[in-house]
């Protein structure tokens, strides 16, 4: 499943700051950084499970939001970029 994650975490205090470094860092995970709080993941059920619930635990719901979009199986057609730094495949080969 294809699934579009974003999130604004308020870094106004430190424990925010360090909140938001480990929604990053859960994000990264599980999927690839499209925008400074987006991430697009290529999970199955089980791996999207557990990355909602570490999510989840992981922000304070009085200041802080996630939200979950689920682009489906063709994920490429409700997908369009513009603008720099264009978008990668990913289904395609990754080199390191």
């Not at 604004?8 to 860092?25: I, Q, W």
């Amino acid at each position: 499943m294809y699934v579009l994650v974003t999130y604004d975490v308020s870094t106004s205090t430190p424990e925010g700051k360090k909140r938001l470094s480990h929604v990053a860092k859960a994000c990264l995970d599980y999927g690839q950084r499209v925008q400074n709080s987006v991430f697009e993941m290529k999970v199955d059920p089980a791996q999207w499970t557990t990355c909602k619930n570490r999510l989840i635990s992981i922000v304070d719901e009085a200041t802080d939001s996630l939200r979950f979009y689920y682009l489906g199986t063709n994920w490429q057609r409700r997908v369009e970029h513009f603008g720099a730094k264009g978008s990668y495949d990913i289904e395609g080969p990754l080199i390191v």
